[in-house]
């Protein structure tokens, strides 16, 4: 029986581990298939304190890593498919071995990126459609790009993508973006970026052609149908919580976000959640560090009270 097993390796479940670890708890990081979390495909991070010119999301996580490494946390790569709680126990089903037995859960599995959700979107998915600039932006080198969303993913990826790109089109839904003021700023100073107004795709160009040719586009004012030439289309319309594993264990929000109270409890003692998977508002590596650290003292004084029990 473990003490502390840790679902995800991004910036919430490795400071989660580091606690854990530097209480002598020994704990367990089980890994999904995106090990470190979204800061791997991230570029420059320069939010994050303690780096005064700025870090790239995966020596961010390398240097996290080798952190809790050094207080002897131990890495498992599986995919988590089911969660019950046997009494005080808290029984962790895979996809493959044995179920994992443990004291406390945290719950860091984090978010993943939206689709539109348009069969065209899907057909196209690695032949030109993509939500990860950092992972597929070298394909694109000098061609025609475009970026769906208005909020700092978004710029982001528009940003990071005019290294490759011809042009990079931002498509927004409104007329006004959502991202911070100065991302904003960055976006309108760059030469290689346009941006698109009051319009949503309807479709994807063309399956029949087996890569990404265009995208068919509806003005949400007008109705007007029009179509734009590009080669590469990016998602970057937000996030969605990993956390169907949990479906009628813990209680969630409508969203899917696992609800916390006082801190990183959930619903059900024994199980803590940190991070994106419980955060639909902050969303940043360095609140998702912090909640990581709440949910690491929490388990610890969960496992002390239980001990008195
Ligand atoms: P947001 O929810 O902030 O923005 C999503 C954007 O996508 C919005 O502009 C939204 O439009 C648009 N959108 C959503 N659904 C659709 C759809 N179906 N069709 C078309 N457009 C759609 O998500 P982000 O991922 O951009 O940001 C989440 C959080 O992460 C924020 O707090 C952000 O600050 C943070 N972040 C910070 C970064 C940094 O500091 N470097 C980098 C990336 C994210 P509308 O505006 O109309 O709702």
């Not at 002897?72 to 895979?94: N, P, Q």
């Not at 939500?131 to 769906?148: E, L, M, P, S, W």
């Not at 969630?252 to 990183?264: A, E, H, I, R």
Request: with cysteine; glycine share 12%.
């Amino acid at each position: 029986m473990e003490k502390v097993v840790i679902l995800g390796s991004g910036p919430a479940g490795l400071t989660a581990a580091l606690y854990s670890a530097r209480a002598f708890l020994s704990p367990v990081v089980i890994e999904g298939p995106q090990s470190g979390g979204q800061l791997t495909t991230t570029t420059d991070v320069d939010n994050f304190p303690g780096f005064p010119t700025g870090v790239t999301g995966p020596e961010l996580i390398e240097h996290m890593k080798a952190q809790v490494i050094r207080f002897g946390t131990r890495f498992e790569s599986r995919m988590v498919e089911k969660v019950e709680k046997e009494e005080d126990t808290v029984v962790i089903h895979c996809d493959d071995g044995d179920p994992v037995r443990t004291q406390t859960l945290i719950v860091a599995s984090g978010a993943s990126a939206k689709y539109l959700g348009l069969p065209s979107e899907k057909s196209l998915m690695g032949q030109g459609v993509s939500a990860c600039a950092t992972c597929d932006g070298f394909f694109f080198k000098d061609r025609n790009i475009v970026v769906i969303g208005g909020g700092d993913t978004a710029i982001e990826e528009a940003m990071f993508l005019t290294r490759f790109g011809k042009t990079v089109t931002i498509i927004h839904r409104r007329d006004s973006l959502r991202a911070s003021k100065i991302m904003q700023e960055r976006a309108h100073a760059n030469p290689k970026i346009r941006f698109v107004w009051n319009k949503e795709v309807v479709e994807v160009l063309d399956p029949s052609k087996g890569h990404v040719v265009g995208a068919r586009l509806k003005d949400t004012k007008t109705g007007e149908i029009s179509e734009i030439a590009c080669e590469g289309f990016f998602l970057g319309i937000g996030h969605t919580p990993n956390s169907s594993f949990l479906k009628g264990i813990v209680e969630m929000d409508g969203q899917g976000y696992v609800k916390t109270l006082g801190g990183s409890k959930t619903s059900v003692p024994g199980i803590f959640a940190a991070g994106d998977v419980q955060d639909p508002v902050y969303r940043q590596a360095i609140t998702a560090a912090g909640s990581g650290c709440m949910a690491a003292i929490d388990a610890e004084r969960y496992l002390e009270e239980m001990s008195h029990k």
